[in-house]
């Protein structure tokens, strides 16, 4: 089974540039997740999709940060225009719908880099 | 969502044991534990996760104190590629907007030695 696919895997931008990250999350998963995480710190998790609706978005920074999912598959995130505090890795997770009670594994994809400069 | 409590750090010699504690004491009844680590330079990776039952799997074991306020994941055999940070998340099921997300902290830093 193919895993959750990030591009690309390392970016180096300069500050005020624009960034896009794609996700394609693993077949017939429902839920996409796009998680930052910044050095030393644990993943924290910026929006969550379920098909091509948002559940959650209260932590997208939504005056630079922008995420869609057209189609319900796959997933973009932008950062317009960067700033140096966005340096970070940008996880993409999936899983099945998440309201299994039996408790749905999340899978994370390997991350995106990104160096703001 | 309940907050969990994990040691910064840990040792671990190689092919003993390892048993990494976490507290939770706030959690609910519809939030389950789960396990994630991270090695460097990865995506998180799943190990286990439960409600209230002990569970195991071919990576670890996970055991739940009665009241649910505690848990610790065992890895039977620890070679040198589990050094990793260890996450334990408490993980809302059911419903509600906050249903399905991890919640990551710190975690804990397991170093296997020789």
């Known amino acids: 089974e193919a895993g959750v696919a990030q591009s690309p895997r390392y970016k180096i931008i300069e500050k005020r540039q624009s960034v896009a990250f794609w996700c394609n999350p693993i077949?017939?998963?429902?839920?996409l997740y796009w998680y930052q995480q910044i050095l030393g710190q644990g993943p924290k998790l910026l929006i969550q999709?379920?098909?091509?609706?948002?559940?959650?978005d209260s932590q997208l920074p939504k005056d630079r940060f922008s995420a869609e999912r057209l189609k319900g598959v796959d997933s973009t995130l932008k950062i317009q225009p960067a700033k140096l505090e966005d340096s970070a890795v940008y996880l993409c997770?999936?899983?099945?719908?998440?309201?299994?009670?039996?408790?749905?594994?999340?899978?994370f994809g390997e991350g995106s880099w990104l160096t703001v400069v | 969502d309940a907050k969990t409590t994990q040691p910064t750090s840990m040792d671990c010699a190689e092919g003993r044991a390892a048993n990494l504690p976490c507290n939770h004491s706030?959690?609910?009844?519809?939030?389950?534990v789960y396990w994630y680590r991270q090695i460097h330079s990865q995506g998180p990776q799943y190990i286990i996760h439960?409600?209230?039952n002990n569970e195991t799997n071919e990576m670890a074991s996970l055991i739940i104190t009665e009241d649910r306020k505690s848990s610790t994941l065992i890895l039977p055999h620890a070679t040198l590629r589990d050094t990793a940070v260890y996450y334990c998340?408490?993980?809302?099921?059911?419903?509600?907007?906050?249903?399905?997300?991890?919640?990551f902290g710190q975690g804990t830093i397991l170093t296997v030695h020789p």
């Open positions: 997770a999936s899983s099945l719908w998440a309201t299994d009670v039996s408790g749905n594994t999340i899978y």
């Open positions: 077949s017939g998963h429902a839920t």
């Open positions: 999709f379920q098909n091509n609706g948002v559940v959650d």
């Open positions: 706030t959690i609910s009844g519809n939030e389950y």
């Open positions: 439960g409600l209230k």
């Open positions: 998340i408490v993980r809302v099921m059911g419903g509600g907007t906050s249903y399905g997300k991890l919640t």
